[in-house]
């Protein structure tokens, strides 16, 4: 009985407190609430890198369009130049590559795949698109590997000559820039040759598929009017256990006909993993600046309320001495002044916390405007909390000094004055 | 209120017994109060009066327990204020002792229920009866129409009534006030005065500091004469006169 008769009075006495000490924050100047700049601006990076973070993960992630653990992609000359993949290659791939390729124990197919940029003109506007052409053998197999079907019409079977079938994005008047919805039937012209429209891909979330226009290979080969060279190869491996022997493999056998030294490739064997990890780390990285940032606005935030709170108490030291002269315990008046600072870390993390989900929302619309993705901003309110919490608890560790030195004031200063 | 149980030998409220209290200022000593005895009697009216630098801030620190003196006892409410924690003595203080300043000393973000609610908060009075307690206060001092206003929305008698009402909070023994009137015109300096007299004539000890002798000779039952640190003379007022006494040690034969 006794025991809970306390920690009710404790409880009641605490938030007495708490109310004392909003009541003086209120009427705090400017100048107190500045300090709080940097609690602020630590808080804020921290919730607004963690929804953007994640966000902004899965909108790259999903921009490879890949789920398949069993795909290797080989490209020349690396990821160097801007443009499609392999355009700006000076020793570009063969479909004689993709053949050999093909061959190995371990590669269950190898496609070779031709991304070019073309002009694509319809109702009197022109757009610079990325063209990729669709093998004439292993047709279906392509549709597969990379998950596309077709939302409106069909996809291209190999004797489609002279038919295409585009991103979603094109079709869609909002977004492709010819204020004009393109829809199966339609013709269009591309690279000044007349194609018809037979199909819109599904929405694949990734800006570079939903823009993307597909076109035979013969027909791509045609327009190019430049041989048979590859952009890529689409290498499907026998199984997911493989992946590892499977890329040595490939390596060996394209320095082998490419007569390169280990070392100095001049091409790429790249797993969707691999692609991902590089961007995951590059990621990371900048996630790992931003904390240290957060870090260092949050050291200097704890400083800022040590210090508004000792001018605080110096302020009040009159204050101070009314309370003890009607009564207050030396513990009364350090239990105010370290709630209120904690109070102060409080409305700081508060701040942070709207001004970073603000944050976080704006930039994950940016991400899905540039880029036309579809992410939503992740909110953890687990996350807040923890930041709110962990916002009052260092303001109120700030505060654990200017509180003592407060409770130690001498009540005879208040008569002095 | 009046608990006038031994007639003849009322209660020793405060009770300052040799008590020096000695300031270093640098090389030197500076001895603020010197063998001074002060004893106030439940229910009476005291005035310690005294030109600044008498040593009448430091009597009444001491008076007060708001400070400790360097030798002698003081008691409060006959107990030793030395054996007493800070904590313990602040408590103490805060129930037997209400407080009025000559500056008002309003905590100037509370308003005035707040402010007179606050020493009851101290002593862990629970929040409804804190905020009935403090209007009924509020209405005594004339100032029910005032109650949410924050003290620089307040006159200067307004806030010394305010004063007066938190004062008067934890129902205290002894009202100790620092010149009361000094920062007042002469009009509502009067009026705070009168609530004085009237707390005094219902059961309340006063212990009134002062350097204005008329305010002291007009109000108060008996008055410390201070100069120099030290007790000059007591008087008393016996009838319509003003009769030399002796201190109570003397007076009780010790």
């Known amino acids: 009985m006794f025991i809970p008769e306390t920690k009710i009075k404790i409880i009641k006495m605490l938030k007495d407190y708490f109310i004392l000490s909003t009541k003086n924050l209120k009427r705090r100047g400017i100048r107190s609430w500045l300090t709080l700049l940097g609690i602020f601006i630590g808080i804020t990076a921290v919730i607004a890198l963690i929804s953007l973070g994640d966000g902004l993960k899965l909108a790259v992630n999903s921009q490879f369009g890949v789920s398949s653990t069993q795909l290797i992609t080989v490209q020349a000359g690396g990821l160097s130049g801007y443009g499609p993949p392999g355009s700006f290659v000076v020793n570009p791939l063969t479909k004689e590559d993709a053949e050999a390729i093909g061959k190995l124990s371990t590669i269950e197919l190898a496609i070779p795949r031709r991304i070019e940029t073309l002009n694509l003109e319809f109702n009197n506007k022109l757009q610079v698109t990325a063209v990729g052409s669709i093998p004439l053998e292993n047709t279906q197999k392509i549709y597969e590997l990379q998950e596309i079907s077709a939302q409106y019409g069909r996809l291209l079977n190999k004797d489609d000559t002279g038919k295409v079938v585009l991103g979603n994005n094109l079709a869609d008047p909002k977004k492709n820039g010819f204020d004009k919805e393109i829809m199966p039937g339609a013709s269009v012209t591309i690279g000044g040759e007349k194609f018809r429209v037979v199909g819109i891909m599904e929405k694949k979330g990734s800006f570079i598929l939903d823009s993307a226009i597909l076109m035979l290979e013969s027909d791509l080969k045609d327009l190019m009017n430049n041989g048979d060279k590859a952009s890529m190869i689409i290498v499907k491996v026998k199984n997911k256990d493989l992946m590892a022997k499977a890329q040595t493999e490939i390596e060996d056998l394209m320095r082998e006909r490419r007569d390169v030294k280990k070392g100095e490739e001049d091409f790429e064997v790249s797993t969707p993993e691999a692609m991902l990890a590089t961007v995951n780390q590059i990621l990371t990285g900048v996630q790992m600046f931003i904390v240290l940032i957060a870090t260092i606005a949050i050291i200097i935030g704890t400083i800022g309320i040590i210090n508004t709170m000792m001018t605080s108490v110096m302020e009040r030291r009159k204050e101070i001495g009314i309370m003890k002269a009607i009564g207050a315990r030396n513990s009364d008046i350090f239990l105010q002044f370290f709630i209120e600072a904690g109070m102060l870390g409080l409305v700081g993390g508060i701040i942070g916390v709207i001004a970073g989900i603000t944050i976080g929302y704006a930039g994950t619309l940016g991400i899905n405007y540039f880029i036309g993705s579809e992410t939503s901003p992740t909110i953890n309110f687990m996350l807040i909390f923890i930041t709110l919490t962990g916002s009052f608890i260092i303001g109120a560790i700030a505060g654990i000094t200017p509180a003592m030195k407060a409770a130690r004031q001498n009540p005879v200063e208040v008569l002095r004055s | ?254």
């Open chain 2, 1 to 254: 209120m009046i608990k006038n149980s031994k007639i003849g030998k009322p209660k020793e409220v405060i009770h300052l017994h040799d008590v020096d209290r000695f300031y270093h200022m640098g090389e030197n000593l500076v001895k603020a109060v010197n063998k001074m005895n002060i004893c106030v009697k439940e229910g009476d009216f005291v005035a310690i009066m005294g030109q600044s630098g008498s040593g009448k801030s430091t009597s009444m620190n001491l008076v007060g327990s708001l400070d400790l003196p360097t030798h002698g006892k003081i008691y409060l409410d006959e107990k030793d204020t030395s054996k007493f924690t800070e904590s313990d003595l602040a408590q103490l203080r805060g129930k037997k002792i209400g407080f009025i300043f000559q500056q008002f000393n309003l905590i100037p973000n509370l308003t005035a229920l707040e402010n007179v609610m606050l020493p009851m908060l101290f002593q862990n009075v629970d929040e409804y009866e804190r905020k009935q307690r403090a209007k009924e206060i509020l209405i005594l001092v004339k100032l029910e129409k005032r109650i949410n206003h924050y003290p620089n929305q307040l006159s200067g008698g307004e806030q010394q009534r305010v004063a007066i009402a938190r004062a008067l909070a934890n129902d205290p023994e002894i009202i100790l006030a620092d010149e009361p009137t000094g920062n007042l015109d002469s009009r509502t300096g009067e009026i705070v005065m009168k609530f004085l007299n009237k707390l005094n004539e219902e059961g309340k000890t006063i212990v009134m500091v002062t350097h204005d002798k008329n305010l002291a000779l007009e109000h108060a039952r008996e008055i410390y004469w201070l100069k120099d640190g030290r007790v000059e003379k007591i008087t008393r007022k016996f009838g319509k006169e003003w009769r030399k006494v002796s201190d109570c040690h003397v007076h009780s034969g010790n």
